[in-house]
């Protein structure tokens, strides 16, 4: 099994672009993209939401400046991962075209429009 999900991983960071860029700021694609997200089950979309909202409020310890979570942490809070999937969702099926790219970018952007950033 361990031997699966190492392939399975391997072949997604393979898939996805190096470096993708948003705002003028560079940044590495993720594991994957809009069109794996939305093959995913809902269980496994409710596990990207929760890591990926907790990887964005985990970044000032890799230097991320404190204010510049403000929004994020103003916009979800109360929300409860299901909320944040719909945001996704919504987002993704607004953009079709944006499915091949990163997810990770493609979340950030599905916020930032759904909290008015």
């Given amino acids: 099994m361990k031997l699966i999900n190492f392939i399975i991983i391997a072949f997604l960071l393979i898939n996805q672009p190096a470096y993708s860029s948003t705002n003028n700021i560079s940044y590495k694609g993720g594991f994957i993209n809009g069109n794996e997200y939305l093959s995913l089950s809902s269980d ?24 510049r979570l403000t929004w994020l942490e103003q916009c979800t809070a109360g929300m409860n991962s299901k909320q944040i999937v719909a945001i996704l969702e919504k987002y993704l099926t607004d953009n079709p075209e944006k499915w091949h790219k990163p997810m990770n970018g493609l979340s950030l952007k599905a916020l930032k429009k759904s909290c008015n950033q």
């Fill in 44 to 67: 496994g979309k409710v596990k990207y939401a929760i890591g990926f909202i907790d990887g964005l409020l985990i970044a000032p310890l890799f230097g991320a400046p404190m204010e």
